[in-house]
């Protein structure tokens, strides 16, 4: 279990990067030899390295160069080694390296069709090195890039298993910072990151066109470690040091007790899978509250649930809850203000969210409140806080959206999607891909409500006291909750836990209910 993954934005890798080449390191020479090693092993795994052929795509900047560097070392384990140069200009000392080696270099802007010159000679070769731009993109790719990448993107869709495709620092086009993906991208099954990850490899939807991030620290990692990252990935090591878990002196109350208001007559289940989510993660003891369809429900299904009101360490608040009936969403408003004056952690789900909507005076929230929308929830509320948003325009953007969301409520924003996005009013951005497709399926949010509202409990009396770090807990805590589903998701559906599967479609379907049940083993990977 490695530690956290760390993404760095393009302007503070150039900060660290900077005294580094003023002291005369040779950063590209390093980068480019180890570009190459990663060409090699990917292609030992799929048979022989000598012999192989391998296709560099150039474009006009030092991304380009370490490309070209590293096809001198491929040159030298006996690849053949073609150069695709498809910017104006090129990294001079690269292209004269690579000249000298035996690299054969083609002009392809000459050609009447440069993206028909690129896909021909890329249909001979086995591997693809995609070094059109890194940190210095500028937008999404244009000029003759722009149809070259679309071409071969094509071209990689109609065979997905061959060629390999390495890309150098991000796959080129991509939002460097922000994930996002406005023009062509040529998929990566590796993406070889130079210094730090870049939080384009971590954020939807470009996170999902990096393929396996493999990160060469070039010597920048000790000054990068100084600077709080812009995006990061928490792995089971991470969860594992945030997990609480109960010692010889605890008892009930100090493990934490969860209150409960969600389901309604109309969706009596959503208080059922909350409540199942939540003991399933372990704490002292869930409160129910809310009507008597689903208060006999989940008495029945969970005989240890407590259905009186009385001290709590934090709320799940919504889910299952019509927006539309009055009475319910008065008793939220009230349990919301209790716990905001209490200094209670909440997550505030579903119906929840549409209170805060249709509340004018849209309260100032804390960071300690986690709303967990969808996409169309997030677009929802957006739009009522005055910024006009669709649905396409947060699946677009995640990382954008989540944050303006925590600027404008003061709230920690778990937005649920493929990638679960974590975003705090400042701090970095958390993204976890830990789940599976087979999470899409009704009730599977509730269940994340539970598991996320009980997590906070354990902590509600150190977020009560103020003495935690401010917006860091909830949000690393809204993380650790989004892992542990997605793996009880993968569990439950034959999958082993960990990275997913790329472009393969595996597993068997699963109800939330199995989510919930899967919890335990899903710690039980974390927690050893
Ligand atoms: N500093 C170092 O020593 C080290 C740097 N390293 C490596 O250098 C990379 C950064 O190199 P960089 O700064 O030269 O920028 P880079 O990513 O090649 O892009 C600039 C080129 O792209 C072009 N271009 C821009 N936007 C575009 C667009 N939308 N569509 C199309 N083209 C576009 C732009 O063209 P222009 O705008 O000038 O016309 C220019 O030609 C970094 O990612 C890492 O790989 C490592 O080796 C470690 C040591
Ligand atoms: N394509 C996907 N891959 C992995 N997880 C997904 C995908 N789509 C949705 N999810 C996850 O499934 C859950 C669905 O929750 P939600 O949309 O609230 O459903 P519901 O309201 O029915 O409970 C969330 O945890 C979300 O992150
Ligand atoms: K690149």
């Known amino acids: 279990m490695g530690p956290m993954i760390r993404a760095h934005s393009a302007a503070a890798v150039r900060a660290a990067e900077e005294p580094l080449l003023a002291a005369g ?39 380009g160069g370490d490309a070209l560097f590293a096809g001198t070392h491929l040159v030298r384990r006996g690849c053949q080694v073609h150069a695709a140069l498809v910017s104006d200009g090129v990294h001079e000392g690269g292209l004269a390296a690579a000249r000298a080696a035996g690299v054969r270099v083609h002009r392809v802007l000459d050609a009447a069709d440069p993206a028909a010159a690129v896909v021909d000679l890329a249909r001979r070769c086995g591997v693809w090195v995609d070094a059109v731009t890194g940190i210095g993109a500028r937008g999404p790719l244009r000029g003759p890039a722009a149809p070259v990448v679309a071409a071969l993107a094509a071209e990689r869709s109609a065979w997905p298993q061959e060629p390999v495709v390495v890309a150098v620092d991000v796959p080129s086009g991509i939002g460097v910072d922000d994930g996002t993906v406005e023009g062509p991208v040529l998929p990566a099954d590796v ?107 989940v008495r029945t299904l969970h005989p240890e649930v407590v259905t009186v009101p009385g001290r709590v360490q934090a709320w799940v608040l919504g889910s299952g809850v019509d927006p539309a009936d009055a009475a319910r969403t008065a008793e939220l408003h009230e349990h919301l203000s209790a716990a905001l004056a209490a200094r209670l952690p909440v997550v505030l789900d579903a119906g929840a969210l549409t209170l805060l909507q249709e509340d004018t005076r849209l309260p100032d929230l804390p960071a300690t409140a986690v709303l967990t929308p969808h996409a169309g929830e997030l677009a929802q509320l957006l739009t009522a806080c005055g910024e006009e948003t ?139």
Not at 38 to 60: C, D, Q
Not at 435 to 454: C, E, F, K, N, S
Request: with cysteine.
């Open 191 to 297: 993406t070889v990151t130079m210094g730090t990850a870049k939080p384009g490899l971590l954020l939807p939807p470009a996170a999902g066109l990096a393929g396996r991030v493999e990160v060469v620290a070039l010597g920048l990692d000790g000054t990068l470690a100084a600077e709080p990252p812009a995006a990061c990935s928490l792995t089971a090591a991470d969860v594992a040091d945030l997990w609480p878990v109960p010692g010889p002196d605890d008892h009930k109350y100090t493990r934490g007790v969860l209150g409960i208001a969600a389901g309604s007559q109309t969706y009596p289940g959503a208080a059922a899978l909350a409540t199942a989510g939540a003991l399933r993660t372990g704490l002292g003891m869930v409160r129910y509250l809310g009507p008597e369809v689903p208060a006999d429900l």
């Open 390 to 528: 669709a649905r396409e325009d947060v699946t677009a953007a995640p990382a954008r959206h989540a944050r303006l969301a925590a600027e404008i409520t003061g709230a920690t924003v778990l937005l649920k999607g493929p990638t679960t996005v974590v975003a705090a009013p400042a701090g970095p951005l958390f993204a976890q891909q830990d789940a599976t497709p087979w999470l899409a399926t009704a009730g599977a949010g509730d269940v994340l409500a539970g598991v996320l509202g009980a997590l906070l409990a354990g902590y509600g009396d150190l977020i009560a006291s103020g003495t935690h770090d401010g917006a860091h807990l909830p949000a690393s805590l809204s993380a650790a909750a989004a892992l542990v589903h997605g793996r009880a998701a993968r569990i439950a559906a034959g999958l082993p836990p960990g990275p997913g599967e790329g472009r393969a479609r595996t597993g068997v379907p699963i109800t939330a209910g199995d989510v919930a049940a899967a919890v335990p083993a899903a710690l039980r990977t974390v927690l050893g």
């Open 25 to 63: 390191e040779p950063l590209m020479a390093s980068a480019a030899f180890a570009l190459a090693t990663h060409v090699v092993a990917e292609l030992r795994a799929r048979g022989r390295v000598a012999g192989s052929v391998v296709l560099l795509l150039v474009g006009g900047g030092n991304n």
